[in-house]
T-cell receptor, first 111, second 116 residues
């Protein structure tokens, strides 16, 4: 069964701290992996997309890595801000138009 | 580019009625659209995949006669919840995929359905 697991389920950090969100997946035949942000009651905002041939992607204070051999991806957020508070979801796409989401990590950045 | 809209953003309906939700790709052609539902504090669960001009492919456990999907054009897909019941209350999100190699999905803002 294809699964995506995110750890931790929730995280609270003080403003300015660097943090890492973890995502593990069971299928090494991953096509791409995507990180999203979701604010309460809202839709998804795509943050970073990593193709299977890539090791990492960067956008501003965000850096996402992908290690297919170990079935892991990490999202690194530098210098966290209260505005970063949201739920972060990772999703893997294995081809055949199947995307599987993790349960998410709820992040709270304290001012 | 790559904007996906949904309408309505929220809807309240009475039990037994049907509700239609629209998903539109505003600035690109989407050969494939996806419908997800999300319960509070849970992740997204894929309901079905629809390709323009063909029947939708439903995930296991999703009643195709209850959740009718029509992908009439390259920019529009609709989800109709028929004979809605309170347990159908949920957050429904659509996404659309271009034909580019990345198969990146672009998500709509979601529709909150409340069935009373």
């Amino acid at each position: 069964k294809q699964e995506v697991t995110q750890i931790p389920a929730a995280l609270s950090v003080p403003e300015g701290e660097n943090l890492v969100l973890n995502c593990s997946f069971t299928d090494s035949a991953i096509y791409n992996l995507q990180w999203f942000r979701q604010d309460p009651g809202k839709g998804l905002t795509s943050l970073l997309l990593i193709q299977s041939s890539q090791r990492e992607q960067t956008s501003g204070r965000l850096n996402a890595s992908l290690d297919k051999s170990s079935g892991r991806s990490t999202l690194y957020i530098a210098a966290s801000q209260p505005g970063d508070s949201a739920t972060y979801l990772c999703a893997m796409y294995t081809g055949g138009f199947k995307t599987i989401f993790g349960a998410g990590t709820r992040l709270f950045v304290k001012a | 580019g790559a904007v996906v809209s949904q309408h309505p953003s929220w809807v309240i309906c009475k039990s037994g009625t049907s509700v239609k939700i629209e998903c539109r790709s505003l600035d690109f052609q989407a050969t494939t659209m996806f419908w997800y539902r999300q319960f509070p504090k849970q992740s997204l669960m894929l309901m079905a995949t629809s390709n323009e001009g063909s029947k939708a492919t439903y995930e296991q456990g999703v009643e195709k006669d209850k959740f009718l999907i029509n992908h009439a054009s390259l920019t529009l897909s609709t989800l109709t919840v028929t004979s809605a019941h309170p347990e159908d209350s949920s957050f429904y999100i659509c996404s659309a995929s271009k034909t580019s190699p990345s198969y990146e999905q672009y998500f709509g803002p979601g529709t909150r359905l409340t069935v009373t």
